[in-house]
């Protein structure tokens, strides 16, 4: 066990839906990171928040947003989905700064019908 | 151009043999930093294994080590000894230069079938 959870484990929506992904860090943490993991993509960074900051931007889609609360769980918002959008989306968090290692959530993976 | 190379789409090992996962990268960085993920079918992934650009030594975790080869980019995943439940997929990654950012770019994989 990581430490870190997300919720739903698993979500199933029709196309042109809007849902939303969940992750709490583990304890200590500042840093969150969003990564999509699809068959033809691969694991593809996403965005990263630390503190409540935006700080890097990889291949998030437009109709993608998230954002890092107070209490430093984070969201990631998906909307128009599409069913190429079908993909186990993973949260990390680690001690900012220091190189060190991203522990990852046990993911959630959405179907988009 | 990719920054991470995995060559090796899939691996076949006896049980109880080491096996060597490879891995190259590219970054004109001179700070950057190096990481194993396993990932089961069950799907979740778990860390392995870091290893600094300014590190001396390679880094080892139990049966796990790196073999860090600077000059060549090189950061093949050594697991020691293989056990059945080491079948998974492996990611190599790095993380670039500044502190501020720390994405990390995975490479495609490697999946590890041990046979009995």
């Known amino acids: 066990d990581s430490g870190v959870t997300q919720t739903p484990k698993h979500l199933i929506t029709a196309t042109g839906q809007r849902v939303t992904l969940r992750c709490s860090p583990r304890?200590?943490?500042?840093?969150v990171y969003w990564y999509q993991q699809s068959l033809d993509q691969g694991l593809q960074f996403l965005i990263q928040?630390?503190?409540?900051?935006?700080?890097a931007k990889g291949n998030i889609l437009e109709r993608f947003s998230a954002q890092q609360f107070p209490d430093l769980h984070s969201e990631l918002n998906l909307s128009s989905l599409e069913l190429g959008d079908s993909a186990l989306y993973f949260c990390?968090?680690?001690?900012?700064?220091?190189?060190?290692?991203?522990?990852f959530g046990p993911g959630t993976r959405l179907t988009v019908l | 151009a990719q920054k991470i190379t995995q060559t090796q789409p899939g691996m076949f090992v006896q049980e109880k043999e080491a096996v060597t996962l490879d891995c190259t990268y590219d970054?004109?960085?001179?700070?950057?930093?190096l990481f194993w993920y396993k990932q089961p079918s069950s799907g979740e992934m778990i860390f392995l294994i870091y290893?600094?650009?300014?590190?001396?030594q390679n880094a080892t975790e139990g049966r796990y080590s790196l073999n860090f080869q600077k000059a060549r980019k090189s950061a093949n995943l050594v697991i020691s000894a293989s056990q059945l439940g080491d079948s998974a997929m492996y990611f190599c990654?790095?993380?670039?230069?500044?502190?501020?950012?720390?994405?990390?770019?995975f490479g495609k994989g490697t999946r590890l079938h041990i046979l009995p």
């Open positions: 990390a968090s680690s001690v900012e700064g220091q190189g060190s290692e991203q522990f």
């Open positions: 304890s200590g943490d500042l840093s």
């Open positions: 928040y630390y503190n409540g900051e935006e700080r």
């Open positions: 970054t004109s960085d001179p700070s950057y930093g």
């Open positions: 290893q600094g650009s300014y590190d001396q």
């Open positions: 990654a790095m993380r670039e230069g500044s502190d501020r950012d720390d994405k990390i770019i």
